[in-house]
């Protein structure tokens, strides 16, 4: 019988998995469940042979039931601005990649996490685009994980003192297309016997997905349930010009989601970051008082990402002058916009690069 993997389960289904599997009373199984989630996701132990808190008959018990098994590391990549790649094997033998990229005093990370093998959406500027254009499989909630589980070991970064202080899940993929998963690994991040992340260290991305979840829109889910910050991928104000970067504007246009992000912000009252890859010709002075537009409609903040030409050579990364023009603009009219330099660019690591041939190539 293959074993459960530990990462795969939150609080609650631990809870219910000792109960049924390993006959654990169910009066004590919060406090089992807690003992567990502290032992794997505060001290970091290898194998449950290390549970001295647990009675033999336990130990060897759960030993027979569960697994750590983790994807495996590869490949790093080290850039000279200290961003750091990770190309990770799945059991399944198909790759993806993880990115640590430093502050500027290298002594604290941010994690980029991917979701999927491939991405069917088909984001023009983005790199997992131009190589996949179908999705190859979700990623399980245990493979979400594991990717900061892996990053820190690497960092050896398991005191109080965390050093990767947020996550945001950008790399390959779209969170919205894989929410059950998502929640778990979120959900394992937040406990505070998990990894203990506070909701506001932990960024999900979309490019605007409308469907529905349990009778409700998707957004609305995910911000009662999952309840971080969420980042829009906008980059065009203009719908004629966003269907053009990204398809999937034809089918969730901007009009259908405000409303939906407006909820998102009314539940969990956290700004919305607006994304905005900066290209040559989406940031005209048309662009930036259509964004005025809907920045007035959705409490929001812009983030202006610096463009990585290498990955699409049919871009064109927008010139400082324009940024500079185009950021006053927002500025004036009483909106944030922060402008983010592209990190760890002579790697492919920077935002929009994430693609390894592998990962798609076996397919
Ligand atoms: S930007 Fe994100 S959603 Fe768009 S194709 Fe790339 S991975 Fe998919």
């Known amino acids: 019988m293959e074993k459960q993997n530990f990462y795969d389960l939150n609080f609650e289904q631990l809870k219910t998995f000792l109960i049924d599997k390993a006959a654990v009373d169910p009066k004590k199984a919060k406090m089992r469940s807690q003992q567990l989630f502290n032992a794997v996701y505060k001290k970091n132990i290898k194998c449950f042979k290390e549970l001295t808190t647990f009675g033999a008959d336990l130990r060897n018990k759960i030993e027979d039931l569960i697994s750590l098994e983790k994807p495996e590391i590869v490949d790093i990549q080290k850039s000279k601005d200290g961003t750091i790649k990770f190309l990770l094997e799945l059991k399944d033998k198909r790759n993806v990649e993880t990115v640590l990229i430093p502050d500027k005093s290298h002594s604290k990370?941010?994690?980029c996490l991917s979701v999927s093998v491939g991405c069917y959406l088909s984001c023009e500027f983005c790199a997992t685009a131009q190589i996949s254009k179908k999705l190859v499989r979700n990623l399980s909630p245990g493979e979400i994980i594991s990717q900061i589980i892996l990053c820190k070991d690497y960092i050896n970064d398991w005191s109080t003192q965390k050093k990767i202080t947020n996550q945001v899940l950008m790399g390959e993929g779209s969170p919205f297309l894989n929410l059950d998963n998502v929640k778990v690994a979120i959900d394992n991040s937040k406990n505070k016997d998990g990894l203990e992340y506070g909701r506001t260290r932990i960024t999900i991305s979309t490019v605007g997905i409308s469907i529905k979840k349990d009778n409700i829109d998707a957004i609305e889910w995910a911000a009662k349930e999952l309840d971080v910050y969420l980042a829009w991928s906008l980059h065009s104000s203009i719908p004629k010009h966003r269907s053009e970067l990204m398809p999937i504007n034809d089918k969730y246009s901007i009009d259908t989601l405000i409303p939906q992000l407006k909820k998102y912000y009314e539940e969990t009252k956290l700004p919305i970051f607006i994304e905005w890859i900066c290209l040559e010709d989406n940031m005209t002075i048309k662009h930036a008082k259509e964004l005025i537009k809907i920045m007035k409609k959705i409490p929001s903040k812009l983030n202006l990402i610096e463009f990585n030409p290498l990955t699409n050579k049919n871009?064109?990364?927008a010139s400082k002058e324009k940024i500079d023009q185009f950021s006053k603009i927002i500025q004036e009219n009483g909106f944030l916009s922060?402008?983010?330099?592209?990190?760890?660019?002579?790697?492919?690591?920077?935002c929009g690069s994430l693609a390894n041939k592998k990962s798609v190539g076996n397919e």
Do not use: E, H
């Open 315 to 317: 871009f064109k990364p």
């Open 338 to 350: 922060l402008f983010r330099r592209s990190r760890g660019r002579d790697i492919n690591a920077s």
């Open 109 to 111: 990370y941010t994690i």
